[in-house]
């Protein structure tokens, strides 16, 4: 009798080992789950580098969406090109801002906000209504290569040429102020024309009124459909309380 007691208490001893090992594991893939790593691109005024340091209302805006979901947030700052790349590799989770839609790369449905694209010359050359296309004839153009340019410039008589490099802002800056390049296009020059880039005031920038292009949030292509629709559903659910575009004005 004394030994079956033993040996039945044994066995409710191990059992319950088991249970809390079995217990800990859950909880610690629960904590896996609720960590999320977003890379981030500089996209001013929205995304500003700072050295190390990563400023802007957009990036408080996307961290205030899950941290207050219990999600442990962990950004990486990184160059455009370089951040499609480890987008792909699934070495990021989710890559913000994303305007350059691919096929390829998946977004979470709901915008953040819409952007215009543009042309940005050197002042002396200014072209400040670009409905009128006829005026691009013998002008040479950059473009960052992989970024969908506008039927109103493809289509006109505008000569185009690649932008390589990771950065090309600086890229079509330099270009444009050497007189290689007559303008460079943008999906939204807005990140051209603003006083944190101290060689805006050498430029004039317009608009391609009647274009825009969403911005997006992209993820990696190996996500779990149930991730994926979790933060789909976060998302949508905090710009239809406040949207980024209200949420940036105030």
């Not at 960052?144 to 950065?167: E, F, H, M, R, W």
């Not at 330099?174 to 939204?188: E, M």
């Not at 991730?227 to 406040?242: G, T, V, W």
Request: hydrophobic fraction near 40%.
């Amino acid at each position: 009798m004394y030994e079956y007691f033993i040996l039945k208490n044994s066995s409710l001893f191990i059992l319950w080992v088991v249970f809390l090992l079995f217990s800990q594991k859950v909880i610690s893939q629960q904590a896996v789950t609720k960590s999320i790593n977003i890379g981030v691109i500089e996209y001013p005024p929205h995304i500003t580098f700072q050295g190390s340091k990563i400023e802007g209302k957009l990036i408080k805006y996307i961290s205030s969406v899950f941290t207050k979901e219990g999600y442990d947030i962990e950004i990486t700052q990184l160059p455009r090109g370089r951040a499609i790349v480890e987008l792909q590799k699934g070495n990021i989770e989710l890559l913000l801002p994303y305007d350059e839609l691919h096929e390829e790369i998946k977004v979470l449905t709901s915008p953040l906000f819409h952007a215009m694209p543009g042309l940005c010359f050197r002042k002396e050359n200014f072209i400040p209504i670009l409905s009128a296309t006829h005026q691009f004839k013998h002008l040479t153009v950059g473009a960052p290569v992989g970024t969908p340019v506008v039927s109103a410039l493809k289509n006109s008589q505008a000569v185009l040429v690649p932008l390589i490099g990771d950065n090309s802002i600086k890229r079509g800056i330099d270009l444009t102020q050497r007189g290689r390049i007559d303008a460079f296009y943008h999906p939204s020059p807005v990140q051209v024309y603003h006083q944190e880039n101290t060689e805006f005031k050498e430029l004039a920038c317009s608009y391609f009124h009647g274009y825009s292009n969403g911005v997006y949030v992209a993820v990696k292509p190996n996500m779990s459909q149930e991730n994926f629709d979790k933060l789909n559903r976060l998302l949508n659910s905090a710009i239809h309380e406040m949207s980024y575009g209200y949420y940036f004005a105030k």
